[in-house]
């Protein structure tokens, strides 16, 4: 698997019971804290590995950062947030790439490995199935609002663990179960990754609004004004292919096309399993999984959001 296809990782086959995961992400800060910015980074890179049914083995630091201005203990903050969740997801820290930059970034260039007969993608959505997602949304305003003064550092910070959460505890269960197509939920928002699951089935997608979950203070933000700079792209890429049914005002709108850092897994699975996954999933500390929407039949793929 390469870039023909919108899945979030490549896949090379090694041997018939193994099979190669490759992926790099890196981003700007959401937060100010060095720490939180590190492992956030670094479990928004390690997603991928997860949304292809993987397992983590390896990782490379990727890091961008003016040492000049800035000194290095902002950096050491950051390495040691990012080493935390490489740690935690059972994989090794190799090494890495550092360059002098106006504007820090960091993330992880990732190897992870999956048997080929078990790889997740974001195609192969039925008719019928049940949409699941395991975190909230809502990262993209609330990071924006909190650089921009409009919503307390304390207020943000009480999220942040679960948007640094690994997926990792989410893909072990749902690996016990028929899963049919699986993403994470990242810069293009709900809406784009639902889209990008739908053209790969060739199938509709119907989100319902109300059973959508979202951070605290994130409908708020988006009230008070606050937006981000991906909203409008997010808006244009799915415009063509979206009805909306649902009753909503225009700051709820705004929360489909939100992008977010180290979101969750959108699931697609039979309608028979769906909320047994959904028990594990709350049993095993996955709290936030909602069932949000259902795949039906469609000529064209496409997506329309209900009440």
């Given at each position: ?17 193994a ?7 890196f ?7 060095p ?18 049914g ?9 890091v961008m ?6 000194g290095?203990?902002?950096l050491?903050g950051i ?9 935690e997801?059972g ?14 970034k960091y993330g ?6 999956v ?18 997602l395991t ?5 993209g ?10 919503l307390?550092?304390?207020?943000l910070?009480?999220?942040?663990p ?10 072990e ?11 994470d ?7 784009g990754?639902?889209?990008?699951m ?15 979950p979202?951070y ?5 933000m ?11 792209a ?6 063509d292919?979206l009805?909306m ?7 709820e ?13 959108l ?5 028979d399993q ?7 999933l ?8 909602r069932?949000?929407g259902?795949?039906?039949e469609?000529t ?8």
């Amino acid at each position: 698997m390469g870039f023909e296809s919108s899945d979030d990782a490549a896949v090379y086959r090694i041997s018939e019971s193994a099979a190669v995961i490759s992926t790099v992400d890196f981003i700007t800060p959401p937060v100010d804290d060095p720490v939180w910015f590190g492992r956030i980074a670094a479990a928004n890179s390690l997603s991928d590995i997860y949304a292809m049914g993987g397992r983590p083995l390896t990782a490379l630091n990727l890091v961008m950062f003016p040492a000049r201005k800035l000194g290095t203990e902002l950096l050491r903050g950051i390495l040691l947030g990012g080493h935390e969740k490489v740690s935690e997801a059972g994989a090794c820290l190799a090494g890495g790439h550092s360059v002098e930059d106006e504007e820090p970034k960091y993330g992880l260039a990732v190897t992870g490995v999956v048997s080929p007969d078990r790889i997740l993608r974001n195609i192969g959505a039925r008719p019928g199935d049940h949409l699941l997602l395991t975190k909230p949304l809502g990262t993209g305003v609330l990071f924006n609002a909190c650089r921009a003064r409009k919503l307390p550092w304390p207020e943000l910070e009480r999220i942040l663990p679960e948007v640094a959460a690994l997926n990792g505890a989410a893909l072990e269960v749902a690996l016990n179960y028929d899963i049919h197509a699986c993403t994470d939920v990242t810069g293009f928002g709900i809406l784009g990754h639902s889209l990008e699951m739908a053209r790969g089935g060739q199938v509709g997608i119907e989100l319902s609004y109300g059973a959508l979950p979202f951070y605290p203070n994130a409908l708020a933000m988006y009230r008070r004004g606050q937006t981000t700079g991906s909203n409008r792209a997010n808006r244009d890429m799915v415009k063509d292919s979206l009805r909306m049914d649902a009753r909503l005002t225009d700051q709820e709108q705004e929360l489909l096309f939100d992008p977010q850092t180290s979101g969750g897994l959108l699931l697609a699975i039979p309608p028979d399993q769906a909320e047994d996954l959904l028990v594990e999933l709350h049993t095993q500390g996955v709290s936030s999984s909602r069932k949000i929407g259902r795949v039906v039949e469609s000529t064209t793929a496409g997506l329309r959001v209900v009440d």
